[in-house]
């Protein structure tokens, strides 16, 4: 079990263009969630996805932020139009049908310059 | 929505001695209550959960206590080792799924 993959790990990105960060979850986990960590928000909570239908999407950013998950075995974070507010560390995460442990990722470090 | 406030946000103990971080929430439909540790550039790593069917659960050198009536609960460590210092972070669901943080508390263990 390789846990919660994301990638790239790292990622710079100019301001205007756009950032697509991947994740790979858990197999057999239905449950996928996003979240972003800064030093002045701490995390947040941004999306979460069950059996790949979008659940809850309250924390996304109305606009330039979007999440699909294509199918059981990867979802995607994507951001039009970055802006060096956009700079966190994003965290996916998975769990099994969407209860009890949430097991995080290493995070994408995304830079926004 | 829901809010998780963590009221320590550093804490410095001597190896041996127990530690406690205490968190509130503040609304009455949580239900679950996972806290989670993250050591210096990794990602979060859960530690020890709590439901609220419960109002104390323990796992070897952990505890936590849930007081449902005042919205709180805490982690207890004890016999601290340096190993134990990291950031804990405590969190509510009022659902089983989407985690609501605490700002996080910075352990140090010192030798």
């Known amino acids: 079990n390789a846990g919660v993959i994301q990638t790239p790990r790292h990622k710079v990105t100019g301001k205007g263009q756009e950032a697509t960060l991947w994740c790979e979850p858990i197999?057999?986990?239905?449950?996928v969630f996003w979240y972003r960590q800064t030093i002045v928000q701490g995390l947040e909570f941004l999306t979460y996805?069950?059996?790949?239908?979008?659940?809850?999407d309250s924390g996304m950013p109305k606009e330039r932020f979007s999440a699909q998950m294509p199918n059981q075995s990867h979802s995607t974070l994507k951001i039009q139009s970055t802006q060096p507010q956009d700079s966190a560390v994003y965290l996916c995460?998975?769990?099994?049908?969407?209860?009890?442990?949430?097991?995080f990722g290493k995070g994408t470090r995304l830079t926004v310059v | 929505g829901e809010k998780v406030e963590q009221h320590e946000s550093t804490l410095s103990v001597r190896e041996g001695d127990s530690a406690v971080i205490n968190c509130t929430y503040t609304?009455?439909?949580?239900?679950?209550f996972p806290w989670y540790k993250q050591e210096a550039g990794k990602s979060l790593h859960f530690v020890i959960d709590i439901r609220s069917n419960v109002d104390r659960k323990q796992s070897q050198r952990l505890t936590v206590l849930l007081d449902k009536k005042a919205k709180r609960f805490s982690l207890h460590i004890t016999a601290t080792q340096p190993e134990d210092s990291a950031i804990y972070f405590c969190?509510?669901?009022?659902?089983?799924?989407?985690?609501?943080f605490g700002s996080g508390t910075k352990l140090t263990v010192e030798p």
């Open positions: 609304d009455t439909a949580s239900s679950y």
């Open positions: 995460a998975s769990s099994f049908r969407g209860q009890g442990e949430v097991f």
């Open positions: 996805f069950r059996n790949q239908a979008p659940i809850d």
């Open positions: 969190a509510a669901s009022p659902n089983y799924n989407v985690l609501y």
């Open positions: 197999s057999g986990h239905s449950a």
